[in-house]
């Protein structure tokens, strides 16, 4: 749910250096993929072969040089940051972050849930048993803790993936809805005008 852009704005000024490692990593899985289907596209189409499993030789080889590739270009990344000073005291965040009103209710659904999590936890419905056996304590069951830890648990997990259904839903409620522009009289005149000089 979060770009890099707002991943630097948040700990960017804290903590420069973990956030630009964190942000690289992030789009460095994307280009590795990419860049891995590339090869192996270009080799395919050198050699003919179908598109068929992947042999272990080709396998290593590709992540030899996937890995070689990743290498040289978070060292040229790293080298370009530490030329523009990217480590020299205060900075500013590329992208402005700022709260609207449109943040306070997931914020506040984060507050509830992460309450419920420890509510939960406090109540002893986190507990469990790793010796001799991998188990859950009776105690979990008492009182309704364990019920209400699970419950906080799988609301806070699953809160990114509802709050971006509701955007979705919203989109395509407002597309729904969007009516077509009204066209000025005075444009429909001068069209109707100029197909009535066509035919005459």
């Known amino acids: 749910m979060m770009d890099n ?61 996937l890995m070689t590739w990743s290498m040289e270009n978070a060292i040229v990344t790293a ?31 984060i507050a509830l849930t992460v309450a419920t999590v420890i509510g939960g936890w406090v109540s002893g419905g986190a507990a469990f048993a790793y010796y001799p056996l991998l188990g859950l304590p009776d105690r979990v069951w008492a009182g309704g803790g364990f019920f209400i830890w699970i419950t906080g648990c799988v609301m806070l997990f699953a809160l990114p993936f509802l709050l971006d259904l509701g ?19 005075f444009v429909t005149a001068l069209l109707q005008g100029s197909t009535g000089s066509r035919r005459v």
């Open 5 to 65: 852009g707002r991943f630097l704005a948040i700990l960017g000024k804290k903590l420069p250096v973990i956030s630009m490692m964190v942000s690289m990593i992030f789009r460095f899985i994307p280009d590795t993929l990419a860049y891995g289907r590339e090869i192996n596209k270009s080799r395919r189409a050198l050699t003919g072969e179908p598109n068929r499993r992947i042999r272990l030789s080709f396998a290593v080889s590709l992540m030899s040089v």
């Open 79 to 109: 080298d370009a940051m530490k030329a523009k000073a990217y480590d020299s005291g205060r900075r500013r965040p590329y992208a402005r972050v700022r709260w609207t009103a449109g943040d306070i209710a997931p914020m506040l659904l």
């Open 167 to 185: 955007v979705l839903v919203v989109d395509r409620v407002r597309a729904s809805s969007h009516l077509a522009p009204e066209v000025d009289p």
